[in-house]
């Protein structure tokens, strides 16, 4: 852009509020590394950044809303370049194809359009079909790796080379750049789609629930809350956290942030100090899910009887479904998921428990010794 004076680009997520901590840090950051921030001015309300001598732009946009992608509009100059990160999260072609046609128009001499679109190919989708397995001249396809990114320190390196050892298959697909083959998933029956939860929670059979997987450093945090319809047998995951270095006070905090302190929430059993210490800083009803043998697998077969429905701005968890597998001993799939890519789902888990309470019912009296 700086040495086209009349180019914009347009940097698109699939949800806008994820690009303020995403693009937007990073293209902050490439300036600061470039040694030419002086010559750029980055705001946040409106979300874009500014070459200052030429007065052309970045500007950022969520697919979330339409209406802002539809009707892109620049103050100098044509609008040239696109760029599409986590590109693998716009689910649906026609949602590319709306913005790949508001990119047209006649442009200087000199000046050309371009659509970039980066991603860690989870599974195969839409994306797989078009643009790598169809040849096509205006299409160029290209798959990178890690060794190929020249800012990363040896930290950085050194944790794809552990990921190689204990996490093949996640090495695959975020060290290596390959496509994930989704076989042998445990939750095959979801969707990903928009869907107001506050008209969901007025069925009848409808009931929230909330649950929590306790992370670190390693492992994130994870809450996951959602409504089931148990009539229509759907689960509804409208919302997600997902965060790593977590402090007990901060997941308290972040809970009350989103307003669901008043909720049922429940959390790993595994931790009952940490669920202690929530407690104990505001969020009263958080208690521990039950656990047991044969728990997992129970707790898989339940959700399995529900179809799930998850919104689109849920990233993390699309990312886990495409993902967690069932385990395999000598080439056949046995009754034990791969311990990987299942933080939300644990904790989706945890939030089942509400809907397995049940009062009582006795029927026998040798119950009562009578």
């Keep these: 852009?700086?040495?086209?004076?009349?180019?914009?680009?347009?940097?698109?997520?699939?949800?806008?509020?994820?690009?303020?901590?995403?693009?937007?840090?990073?293209?902050?950051?490439?300036?600061?590394?470039?040694?030419?921030?002086?010559?750029?001015?980055?705001?946040?309300?409106?979300?874009?950044?500014?070459?200052?001598?030429?007065?052309?732009?970045?500007?950022?946009?969520?697919?979330?809303?339409?209406?802002?992608?539809?009707?892109?509009?620049?103050?100098?100059?044509?609008l040239c370049w696109c760029w599409f990160e986590e590109f693998f999260q716009v689910e649906k072609e026609e949602d590319f194809n709306r913005v790949d046609m508001s990119i047209r128009g006649e442009l200087p001499e000199g000046y050309f359009k371009q659509i970039i679109c980066t991603f860690n190919p989870w599974a195969e989708n839409w994306i797989k079909k078009r643009f790598f397995d169809t040849e096509d001249d205006n299409v160029l396809a290209l798959t990178t790796n890690y060794k190929c990114n020249e800012w990363l320190s040896e930290d950085d390196i050194a944790l794809f080379e552990s990921m190689k050892v204990r996490n093949p298959r996640r090495y695959r697909i975020e060290g290596e750049g390959e496509f994930g083959i989704s076989e042998g998933l445990v939750y095959e029956n979801f969707v990903v789609q928009d869907f107001d939860y506050k008209e969901i929670s007025k069925r009848k059979s409808a009931e929230s629930i909330f649950g929590l997987d306790f992370g670190y450093v390693h492992d994130p945090t994870a809450l996951i809350c959602a409504i089931a319809d148990q009539e229509a047998k759907e689960l509804y995951i409208f919302d997600e956290h997902y965060q790593k270095a977590m402090v007990n006070s901060e997941i308290a905090s972040m809970i009350k942030y989103k307003g669901y302190a008043k909720e049922v929430i429940y959390a790993d059993c595994a931790e009952p100090k940490s669920i202690e210490e929530i407690k104990r800083a505001g969020i009263l009803r958080i208690q521990p899910a039950a656990k047991g043998k044969d728990s997992i697998l129970n707790g898989i077969q339940f959700i399995q009887d529900y179809k799930l429905i998850v919104h689109s701005k849920c990233e993390n968890t699309i990312i886990e479904l495409n993902n967690y597998c069932w385990d395999t001993k000598d080439g056949v799939a046995i009754n034990k998921p791969i311990d990987t890519y299942n933080h939300l789902l644990d904790a989706l888990r945890y939030a089942t428990c509400k809907l397995k309470k049940k009062p009582l019912m006795v029927t026998d009296k040798s119950f009562y010794n009578i």
């Design 1 to 78: 852009m700086m040495k086209y004076p009349l180019a914009n680009t347009l940097v698109i997520r699939r949800v806008f509020n994820t690009l303020r901590q995403s693009c937007f840090q990073q293209l902050k950051w490439a300036t600061e590394r470039l040694g030419v921030s002086h010559l750029w001015k980055f705001t946040l309300s409106p979300l874009e950044a500014e070459y200052l001598p030429s007065g052309n732009k970045i500007i950022f946009r969520g697919l979330d809303n339409s209406m802002s992608i539809t009707s892109i509009t620049v103050d100098k100059g044509y």
